[in-house]
C-alpha cells in the first residue's frame, strides 16, 4: 500500500531554507526526504549507510548545486568546510608541486564521496573536469555521522580501499602497458564509470571525453601526438566510435577491455 505525504527537503543557500513536496511513500522512501529520495548516493554511494532519521539530520544543512567545467571545487592546501557527493558529472583531482607544476592524479564519477574526513585542510585540488551537480554537506556533521554510525564509516572504508585498489591497477598501467593500451584503459575506466545507473551487465556506453588530448596525455604519461594517434587507431579498428571531437561511443565495452589488457 502506498501513501502521499509531505515531506522536508533543502534548498539552501547561505541559510537552511525548507520547502515541501509530495511524494510517493513506500517500502523504499518512508521517512526518506525529498532531496535523497532519487538520490544515487543513497543508494551506492555513502548516505545508503544511514537511516532516515539521520538522512533527515543531514539534510538539513545539505546544499545541492551545480557547477560549470573548469571550476574550482576543492583548493590545494585549503581550509575544508564541506564534503560532497558527486551525483553527475566528472571531477579532476590534481596534485600541486611547490614549484607550481601539477599532476593529474585521479578523475571522480557519480556517487563518489569527495573529500577525506578529519582532515581540516585538502591535499589535492578538485576541479569539476565536465559541467557537475554536487550534493555538499558541513565537514562537522559528517563527521559527528561517522562517529555515531559504524556503517557509515564502513561504506568510507570501502571506497578508500576500492579507490586505493583503482590506483594500484593505475600504477600498473602507467608502469607496463603500452600507449595502446593505456588509451584503452583511459577510456575503459570512463565507460564504466560514466552512468552511475548503468549495471555490470551493460554491454556499451557513450560519453564526452572530460579531458583534453592535453591532459589524457599528462595523465598517462604520452605526448599529445600519441594520445591523437592511439585514439584515431582505436577509431579506425572500430573499437570506438568518435563524432564532434570528443564524443566517444563504445559498442562492446568486452572489446575495448580486452585492447586494455583486462
Given at each position: 500500500m502506498r501513501r502521499y505525504r509531505a515531506l522536508p527537503c533543502v534548498a539552501a543557500t547561505g541559510q537552511e531554507h525548507y520547502r515541501?513536496?509530495?511524494?510517493?511513500?513506500?517500502?523504499?522512501?518512508?521517512?526518506?526526504?525529498?532531496?535523497?529520495?532519487?538520490?544515487e548516493a543513497r543508494h551506492r554511494g555513502i548516505c545508503g549507510a544511514l537511516n532516515s532519521e539521520q538522512l533527515v539530520a543531514l539534510a538539513r544543512s545539505t546544499k545541492r548545486h551545480k557547477a560549470e567545467a573548469g571550476k574550482e571545487?576543492?583548493?590545494?592546501?585549503?581550509?575544508?568546510?564541506?564534503?560532497?557527493?558527486?551525483?553527475?558529472?566528472?571531477?579532476k583531482l590534481t596534485?600541486?608541486?611547490?614549484?607550481?607544476?601539477?599532476?593529474?592524479?585521479?578523475?571522480?564519477?557519480?556517487p563518489d564521496f569527495l573529500g577525506r574526513p578529519f582532515q581540516s585542510e585538502s591535499t589535492l585540488s578538485a576541479e569539476a573536469a565536465t559541467?557537475?551537480?554536487?550534493?555538499?554537506?558541513?565537514?562537522?556533521?559528517?563527521?559527528?555521522?561517522?562517529r555515531e554510525q559504524p556503517d557509515l564509516e564502513h561504506r568510507l572504508l570501502e571506497q578508500k580501499l576500492r579507490e586505493l585498489d583503482?590506483?594500484?591497477?593505475?600504477m600498473v598501467?602507467?608502469?607496463?602497458?603500452?600507449?595502446?593500451?593505456?588509451?584503452?584503459?583511459?577510456?575503459?575506466?570512463?565507460?564504466?564509470?560514466?552512468?552511475?545507473?548503468?549495471?555490470?551487465?551493460r554491454r556499451g556506453a557513450a560519453f564526452d571525453?572530460?579531458?583534453?588530448?592535453?591532459?589524457?596525455?599528462?595523465?598517462?604519461?604520452?605526448?599529445v601526438e600519441t594520445v591523437s594517434r592511439q585514439i584515431t587507431r582505436l577509431r579506425g579498428e572500430n573499437v570506438i566510435r568518435i563524432e564532434n571531437n570528443r564524443h566517444v561511443i563504445v559498442e562492446d565495452i568486452g572489446r575495448l577491455a580486452a585492447r586494455a589488457g583486462d
Open positions: 515541501c513536496s509530495i511524494v510517493r511513500e513506500d517500502i523504499h522512501t518512508a521517512g526518506i526526504p525529498v532531496l535523497c529520495a532519487s538520490c571545487l576543492v583548493g590545494d592546501s585549503r581550509s575544508v568546510e564541506r564534503f560532497s557527493n558527486v551525483l553527475l558529472g566528472v571531477v596534485k600541486t608541486l611547490s614549484d607550481g607544476r601539477q599532476q593529474i592524479v585521479g578523475l571522480q564519477f557519480a559541467d557537475v551537480e554536487l550534493c555538499s554537506f558541513p565537514r562537522q556533521a559528517l563527521e559527528r555521522l561517522i583503482q590506483a594500484r591497477d593505475w598501467a602507467l608502469g607496463r602497458k603500452t600507449a595502446s593500451e593505456k588509451i584503452a584503459s583511459f577510456l575503459l575506466m570512463i565507460a564504466r564509470n560514466i552512468d552511475p545507473a548503468a549495471g555490470p551487465e571525453l572530460p579531458l583534453s588530448r592535453a591532459e589524457i596525455a599528462d595523465f598517462l604519461g604520452l605526448t
